[in-house]
């Protein structure tokens, strides 16, 4: 394990059995099946239709996929944040299914999320400094490695930015916002949901730039979900295609990015904004 991991990560599950996959890897979805209820039909929507995924430590993976395929029930379930499903999820070395409600929690600041609109991420009534308190108060262990003005530095953010509500951010600011309470967890998993599909695109390069940094520097490893296949290129080690809940095609980025093997992957590649970057290089 890299980084964060290797120099012992506070509010570690210390004491509790882990399987032995634990060292080699931070998520492991095997089999994943997710479904949502319609409340007011009683419609069962498959969402995720046996996945399996695996991320290393340090790695950085991306899901791509068209709209409604599936991608963020994917992460949200793989995290602990959603509908669980059936299958098995190793996070960190616990399976989810059989984790009780207290190690989930202890559990969750290793797998932080950075979803697509960062001012619905923030309590719009939380100056930036009342909000970090917030986190430093729940997590006092974990989250005393840094200073809030440091932690802004890390983002590339001035120390004025504390006193800031969210209404008086930026979109990008406000994302670097969410990225640094992120970073202040510590977390071996960061899970990016469109980070940057929010964004002018003036300030979306920046961000990812940043998340990228931040993922070398702590040694987390990366969960990137992603319309735009430029982004995943720079950014990930490998891609997962999904179409209509399932895996369509996986494997390294350059070799799927390159070669295609599935047509759904080739229209894709063909169709998303990101595929610009063929005809350039
Ligand atoms: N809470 C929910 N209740 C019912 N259906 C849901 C719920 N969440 C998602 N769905 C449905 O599950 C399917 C997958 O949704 P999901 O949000 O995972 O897709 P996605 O790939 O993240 O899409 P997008 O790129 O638009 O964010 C969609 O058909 C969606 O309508
Ligand atoms: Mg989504």
Redo the contacts with the bound molecule.
């Keep these: 394990m890299t980084g964060a991991a290797q120099t012992g990560v506070p509010g570690d599950l210390a004491g509790h059995p882990r399987t032995p996959d634990t060292d080699t890897a931070v998520l492991v979805v095997d089999d994943l099946v997710v479904e ?1 209820r ?1 409340r007011s039909t009683g419609t069962v ?1 498959r ?1 995720v239709d046996h996945v399996s995924l695996r991320i290393g430590a340090g790695e950085s993976v991306a899901v791509v ?1 068209e ?7 994917l992460a949200m379930a793989a995290t602990g944040l959603g509908t669980r499903g059936d299958g098995a999820i190793r996070l960190l070395g616990h399976q989810l299914s059989s984790i009780s409600r207290a190690r989930l929690r202890r559990l969750r600041p290793e797998a932080q999320v950075v979803f697509q609109d960062p001012h619905g991420s923030l309590d719009p009534r939380q100056s930036v400094r009342s909000g970090l308190r917030e986190l430093r108060r729940l997590q006092p262990e974990r989250t005393s490695w840094i200073s809030d003005t440091e932690l802004l530095d890390r983002v590339r953010l001035a120390p004025q930015i504390l006193d800031r509500y969210p209404h008086q951010l930026s979109g990008g600011q406000a994302q670097r916002v969410c990225i640094a309470r992120a970073l202040l967890m510590r977390p071996r998993l960061i899970v990016a949901d ?1 980070p940057t599909s929010g964004l002018d695109v003036s300030v979306q390069a920046d961000v990812l730039t940043l998340l990228a940094q931040i993922r070398q520097s702590t040694g987390a490893a990366l969960l990137m979900i992603s ?1 735009d296949l430029a982004v995943v290129r720079s950014v990930c080690d490998a891609v997962y295609v ?1 179409y209509q809940g399932r895996v369509v095609e996986s494997g390294p980025c350059e070799a799927v990015f390159a070669t295609p093997r599935n047509d759904y992957t080739r229209e894709l590649l063909a169709a998303m904004p990101g595929a610009r970057w063929r005809s350039r290089r």
């Design positions: 949502h319609d929507l969402a996929g709209s409604g395929s599936g991608k963020t029930t469109e319309h999904m």
